[in-house]
C-alpha cells in the first residue's frame, strides 16, 4: 500500500510540474503577447469565460471563433502532456484549469462544475 501511495505522490507532483509548464508553453504557442493581451481583454468583458476543464468558453457570439481557435491549441497540449503523463487529457484539462483561474484578470467569469457562472 505504502508503494501504491508513494507511486500517486510522485504522479500527481509530475503533472503539477508539467501543468506549470504547460501554462508557460500554451502563452507561448497562442502567437505571444498580442494574443493574450486580446484574451485576458475577451475576459474582461465578459465575452469569453475559462471552465473547470480547462477549456474557454464563448460567452458572447461574436468570440466564438477565437474560443474555438483558443481550445483546439489547448486540446493539442493537452493531449501531447497526457500522452507523456500516463494520464486522462481530462486529468490535464482540470489542472490546467487551475492555474488558468489563478492567472486570470479580475472580473473574469469562471463556469464551475455544476454550471454556474461566477466571476473572480
Given amino acids: 500500500m505504502r508503494k501504491a501511495t508513494l507511486n ?18 500554451s ?19 465578459g465575452a469569453v469565460g475559462e471552465a473547470y476543464d480547462g477549456y474557454a468558453r464563448a460567452r458572447a457570439e461574436s468570440a466564438s471563433e477565437f474560443v474555438k481557435s483558443i481550445n483546439a491549441q489547448r486540446r493539442k497540449i493537452y493531449i501531447e502532456r497526457a500522452r507523456k503523463q500516463g494520464v486522462s487529457v481530462d486529468q ?10 489563478k492567472k486570470v484578470p479580475s472580473g473574469t467569469w469562471l463556469l464551475s462544475s455544476d454550471g454556474q457562472w461566477s466571476q473572480k
Fill in 8 to 25: 500517486n505522490t510522485l504522479s500527481r507532483r509530475l503533472v503539477l510540474k508539467s501543468a506549470a509548464a504547460l501554462v508557460v508553453a
Fill in 27 to 45: 502563452g507561448m504557442m497562442m502567437s505571444g503577447p498580442a494574443f493574450a493581451d486580446q484574451l485576458d481583454d475577451l475576459r474582461v468583458s
Fill in 92 to 101: 490535464i484539462g482540470q489542472i490546467y484549469a487551475g492555474q488558468i483561474k
